[in-house]
Nanobody, 124 residues
């Protein structure tokens, strides 16, 4: 399994921006589809954005479409989530995940490795 470490979370005001990063270990990063998911306490982990191995295919949850952008740099073994126009409902713990497939899917159960999560809090 690949080891994942997220960073970049924090406290931001409504309308602000944050950029999350997820650094992956190992030499096969480019063979993994990657995703960002988020979770509120007591709720299920929800899909936010996913990206295929090359970055040519991305999918977004309707709630973040047009505001969030997922990207990856295979040379740096890193996937990013640029979050703009943040809203209070974006507050959650954000998790990076890797799937041992080049194809991106939106369901958390299909991801094999998870980071520890990073808190994003949007204050109004």
């Amino acid at each position: 399994q690949v080891q994942l470490v997220e960073s970049g979370g924090g406290l931001v005001q409504v309308g602000g921006s944050l950029r999350l990063s997820c650094a992956a270990s190992g030499r096969t990063f480019s063979s993994y589809a990657m995703g960002w998911f988020r979770q509120d306490p007591g709720k299920e982990r929800d899909f936010v954005a996913v990206i295929n191995w090359s970055g040519s295919t991305t999918y977004y949850a309707d709630s973040v479409k047009g505001r969030f952008t997922i990207s990856r740099d295979n040379a740096k073994n890193t996937v990013y989530l640029q979050m703009n126009s943040l809203k209070p409902e974006d507050t959650a713990v954000y998790y990076c995940a890797a799937r041992t497939s080049t194809v991106a899917v939106t369901t958390p159960i299909h991801y094999n490795s998870w980071g520890q999560g990073t808190q994003v809090t949007v204050s109004s």
